[in-house]
């Protein structure tokens, strides 16, 4: 298993700021990932983290937009770059221990509020 | 291409009755399927996981799903709910050559009412 812990907890930001959200991890993992999730709904994949290198994004997420860093096996952050009122939701950093046929565990989210 | 339908939004039911969340897949090739579930105000953590084997997996507070390769369903089940059962709860599935991403349902809201 793994314990994430991530800060901030939540945020209220003005738009055309920024905020880099932290994801610490317990133990080293192979995957990390960064999902975007609007309260009582599904959870969107933003990126993959990537140790070493850059990240993954999915279609309709871009790095200018999200970057990404992973600098070693037990930690990311994810920037929310000129933020509007559309970027708010909640951030959640996710990791899979092992690649493979594995579980993902979660990390407690962000709450972030775009005025 | 991967994808996981919950066609139910809502589930209510009694405490103490059976309960049924559905979930089905498509993938292209041979599927891991998982359950996880969203306490209010919580993060998701994980319920049970099918990878191979046996197609009815328990997992954790007495949830177990059944995978069926026909239907290309893995729903989730309880024998008897409780009120404490009520999340918001999510399939997701995985083709075992996507490199590790899985694809994740809308989420089904369990309501157990006493």
């Known amino acids: 298993s793994a314990v994430i812990s991530q800060k901030p907890s939540r945020d209220i930001c003005q738009r055309g700021t920024s905020l880099t959200i932290q994801c610490q991890v317990d133990?080293?993992?192979?995957?990390m990932f960064w999902y975007r999730q609007q309260p009582g709904q599904s959870l969107t994949l933003i990126a993959t983290a990537n140790q070493g290198s850059e990240a993954t994004y999915e279609s309709g997420f871009v790095i200018d937009k999200f970057p990404i860093s992973r600098p070693n096996l037990t930690f990311s952050t994810l920037t929310v770059s000129n933020m509007s009122p559309e970027d708010s939701s909640i951030y959640l950093c996710?990791?899979?221990?092992?690649?493979?046929?594995?579980?993902?565990?979660f990390g407690p989210g962000t709450r972030l509020t775009v005025l | 291409a991967q994808s996981v339908a919950q066609p139910e939004d809502q589930v209510n039911v009694a405490e103490g009755n059976p309960l049924t969340v559905k979930c089905t897949y498509s993938?292209?090739?041979?599927?891991?399927l998982f359950w996880y579930v969203q306490y209010p105000n919580r993060g998701l953590q994980f319920l049970l996981k099918?990878?191979?084997?046996?197609?009815l997996v328990k997992g954790s507070y007495g949830f177990e799903a059944e995978f069926n390769k026909s239907q290309t369903s893995f729903h989730l089940k309880k024998p008897s709910a409780l009120v404490s059962d009520s999340a918001l709860y999510f399939c997701a599935v995985r083709d075992i050559t996507n490199a590790g991403k899985s694809t994740f349902g809308d989420g089904t809201t369990l309501t157990v009412k006493p």
């Open positions: 133990s080293q993992v192979t995957m």
């Open positions: 993938v292209s090739g041979n599927p891991y």
């Open positions: 996710s990791v899979e221990v092992v690649a493979g046929a594995n579980e993902q565990f």
């Open positions: 099918y990878i191979t084997g046996d197609n």
